[in-house]
C-alpha cells in the first residue's frame, strides 16, 4: 500500500497516555499503520501521497459500539415515533419481517456512509433478525465495500410469543441453527490480528427474546473461538420486571447465571444497574455501550456513566439502531453523551464557600474534573471525545484503534475549522467539534484508505444509495 504524509494539521489529537494535541501536527502512514506521529516539522518530508492539513482538526477514528445498521429503512415511522421500547420493537417486528438480503445490504451502506461521514472508522453492528434469507454476510459486503472496519455481531432471537418472549414467532429461529451459522461466520470470517477489517461477535438480542439456554451455548462457542459477546441488557424497567418475573433476578444478576460476564462481554444500554452490579462490571472487565440518543428517544432512562468510569469500567459510545435515534452521527452521538451527563450529574447552583471536588481531577481521569465551586463536575468535550475513541476500542477488545500512535491503525479524520458551525470557537478547536454543532468530516481514513475526501464519500455514489435506500424503505412500509 502506497506511504501517506499528512501534515500541518492546526492542531492533531493523538489520545496517547500522555494526551497530546499536537499544532501543526502530521502523521506518516505505512501500510495501513501509523509509523510517525508528531509536529510536521519532525516528519519525513516525502510519501506516495501528501496531503496538507492546513485549517483541519485531526483527531483518531471515532469507534462505534452499537448499531442496527437495517433499521435505517424504518427511521421516523409514524407508529412508532412516540413508543418506548416494548410496543416500539411490537409495532417494527412485522415491519422488519419483510427484510430481505439486498435490503440488509443496502441499508448497511447507508448507515456505515453515515457514520464514515461522521468521523467514525469501526463500527459494531448486531443484526439479529434474519427473514426471507438474510444473512450477516450481507452487511459484511456492504461495509467492505464502503472501506469501514467492522465487528459484525450475529444476532439471534429464539423465545418467540408462543414460549413467553416478546418478538412474534415469524421472526425467531431455532437455536441448532443459530449455532451452527454462528461457527460458520467466525470460521469464514473472524480476523483476530491487529489491524483487522473484520471480527464476528456472538450476540443474542436481548432477555426477553432468547433462552437461557441460547445465552450458555452462545457463550461457549464464542470461547472456544476467542470472540466476544455482546447483548442488550437493563435497557428499560419492563426489562427488568421481565427478568424478575421470568427469571427470577434482575438482568446483571441473570447474565451472572448464564456465564454472561467477562472481559470477552460488552451490553448494550446498562441503564438499570445497581451499584452492587457497577462493582459486578468492573470486577469482570464487562463493558458498557452507551447510547444516550436512544435512551431518550425511547424514554428509557439515563445510564449512570459516572459510577461506571469511577469504578473503572469499560465505556464505548452507540449510536444504536437509526428506529430510535434516528441518525448515525457519531460525533453528535459524543456531543450527546456529554450533555446527557452533565443533565444527570451536574448540580445547578453557585456555591460562595468553595470546597474541592471529592473526586478524580484533571483531562487525565476517567471523571470529569472538579472546578473547586463546590458545584459536582461536569463531563468535559475531552472526556466525551475519549469515550468515543478509546472507551470504544476498550469496549470492542481493540488494542489497535482508538489513538494516534505509532504501531496503531491509520485511522483518522478531519474537519475543516473555517467554516460557519466554529465561527468564533477557535480558542479551542478540539472542544469545537463537541461543543458546536455537529459536522461531516471533511477526510476519513481507515487503515491508510480514504473513504472521505473533501466532505464526499469516495467509495459509495451516495445519491445513487439514498435512491436505492428510499425505494427499498418504501417497499418495507408499503407491506409489498
Ligand atoms: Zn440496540
Not at 195 to 215: D, H, I
Amino acid at each position: 500500500m502506497p506511504s501517506l504524509l499528512i501534515k500541518n494539521a492546526t492542531v492533531l489529537v493523538t489520545m496517547d497516555d500522555r494526551q497530546r494535541e499536537i499544532p501543526a501536527g502530521g502523521l506518516f502512514v505505512r501500510d495501513g499503520f501509523v509509523e510517525q506521529v508528531g509536529p510536521t516539522g519532525e516528519l519525513p518530508k516525502a510519501a506516495d501521497e501528501v496531503l496538507d492539513l492546513t485549517g483541519h482538526l485531526v483527531l483518531p477514528g471515532l469507534v462505534n459500539t452499537h448499531h442496527h445498521f437495517y433499521q435505517t429503512l424504518t427511521r421516523v415511522v409514524p407508529a412508532a415515533q412516540d413508543a418506548n421500547l416494548f410496543n416500539w420493537l411490537k409495532t417494527l417486528y412485522p415491519i422488519w419481517a419483510r427484510l430481505t438480503p439486498e435490503d440488509i445490504f443496502t441499508s448497511a451502506q447507508t448507515a456505515l456512509a453515515e457514520l464514515a461521514l461522521s468521523g467514525c472508522t469501526t463500527a459494531s453492528d448486531h443484526l439479529y433478525l434474519f427473514p426471507n434469507g438474510s444473512r450477516l454476510d450481507d452487511e459484511i459486503a456492504a461495509a467492505k465495500e464502503v472501506g469501514l472496519r467492522i465487528q459484525a455481531a450475529r444476532g439471534s432471537m429464539s423465545l418467540g410469543e408462543s414460549k413467553g418472549g416478546l418478538p412474534p414467532d415469524s421472526v425467531v429461529d431455532s437455536e441448532e441453527s443459530i449455532l451452527k451459522d454462528s461457527q460458520r461466520l467466525i470460521e469464514q470470517y473472524h480476523d483476530p490480528q491487529p489491524g483487522a477489517t473484520v471480527q464476528v461477535v456472538l450476540a443474542p438480542c436481548s432477555p426477553f427474546s432468547v433462552t437461557g439456554e441460547l445465552m450458555k451455548q452462545s457463550a461457549k462457542l464464542a470461547r472456544q473461538y476467542g470472540v466476544h459477546l455482546h447483548t442488550h441488557l437493563a435497557e428499560t424497567e419492563d426489562e427488568q420486571a421481565f427478568c424478575l418475573q421470568k427469571f427470577g433476578h434482575r438482568p446483571v444478576p441473570y447474565m451472572q447465571s448464564v456465564d454472561w460476564v467477562g472481559e470477552d462481554v460488552w451490553f448494550a444500554h446498562a441503564v438499570y444497574v445497581d451499584g452492587d452490579e457497577v462493582q459486578t462490571f468492573a470486577r469482570h472487565g464487562c463493558g458498557v455501550a452507551h447510547c444516550p440518543s436512544s435512551n431518550m428517544r425511547l424514554a428509557s432512562g439515563i445510564a449512570p456513566i459516572k459510577e461506571y468510569l469511577a469504578a473503572g469500567v469499560k465505556v464505548g459510545l452507540g449510536v444504536d439502531g437509526s428506529a430510535s435515534n434516528d441518525g448515525s452521527h457519531l460525533l453528535a452521538e459524543a456531543r450527546q453523551a456529554m450533555l446527557l451527563a452533565r443533565l444527570k450529574e451536574g448540580v445547578s447552583g453557585f456555591s460562595l464557600s468553595p470546597s474541592p471536588s471529592p473526586e478524580g481531577e484533571g483531562e487525565n481521569s476517567p471523571l470529569p474534573p472538579g472546578d473547586g465551586s463546590g458545584v459536582r463536575a461536569l463531563m468535559s468535550a475531552r472526556q466525551a471525545l475519549r469515550l468515543a475513541t478509546l472507551g470504544g476500542a476498550a469496549v470492542l477488545g481493540r488494542n489497535d484503534i482508538g489513538s494516534l500512535e505509532p504501531g496503531k491503525c491509520a485511522d483518522f479524520f478531519a474537519i475543516d475549522l473555517n467554516r460557519l458551525d466554529y465561527a468564533g470557537a477557535l480558542h479551542d478547536p478540539v472542544a469545537a467539534a463537541l461543543f458546536c454543532h455537529p459536522v461531516r468530516a471533511d477526510y476519513t481514513v481507515v487503515g491508510g484508505r480514504f473513504v472521505v475526501r473533501e466532505g464526499q464519500l469516495v467509495t459509495v455514489d451516495e445519491r445513487a444509495l439514498v435512491e436505492r435506500h428510499n425505494r427499498a424503505a418504501a417497499r418495507l412500509l408499503g407491506g409489498a
